[in-house]
């Protein structure tokens, strides 16, 4: 059986007032992460690491940040966009591997839900992603609260 894997990594700053999506879900903190989109720096790795494994380029290459059309979107949106695109390339999502890096909120109460909303999405095993939080021990741009990253892996198997 064939298959591929892709990596994806993401980040954005962290501003007080905002709305902070990840994984597909709201999260309560004071600060939210800014974007073009909503901002949800895990899908957004989500569909990177998906996307390369594919060999179809990367996720700003599909929804640029210059589009009027993705302003304020739905990153769940773009990940099923996704989804279907390395599907009808002929392959299906074995599994996904990620990790968030942020200092707060903590978000261990929310990872359940955040599978559950990403494997509604992608049309998957719940059993399938998984997701590790970690903080950088108050060193870097993370540390000091000042953004969130992402780092997701994807294997993907080609449908024969």
């Not at 640029?64 to 302003?71: A, G, R, T, Y």
């Not at 996904?96 to 599978?115: F, R």
């Amino acid at each position: 059986m064939k298959f591929r894997i892709g990596n994806g990594y993401d980040v954005h700053r962290l501003e007080a007032g905002k709305p902070f999506w990840i994984g597909g879900i709201q999260v309560p903190h004071t600060h939210g992460a800014v974007g073009h989109s909503d901002a949800d720096v895990l899908i957004h790795a989500i569909c990177d690491a998906l996307l390369g494994a594919a060999n179809l380029r990367d996720i700003g290459y599909h929804y640029s940040d210059q589009s009027p059309e993705f302003k304020g979107i739905d990153s769940k949106i773009l990940l099923k966009d996704v989804a279907s695109k390395i599907r009808e390339k002929g392959y299906s999502i074995g599994n996904i591997d990620t990790v968030l890096a942020l200092q707060k909120p903590k978000v261990m109460p929310y990872i359940e839900e955040m599978k559950n909303t990403l494997a509604q999405v992608l049309d998957i095993p719940v059993e399938d992603i998984s997701i590790k939080a970690t903080t950088t021990e108050k060193l870097g741009f993370v540390g000091r609260e000042e953004g969130v990253e992402a780092h997701a892996v994807a294997l993907l198997y080609a449908q024969l």
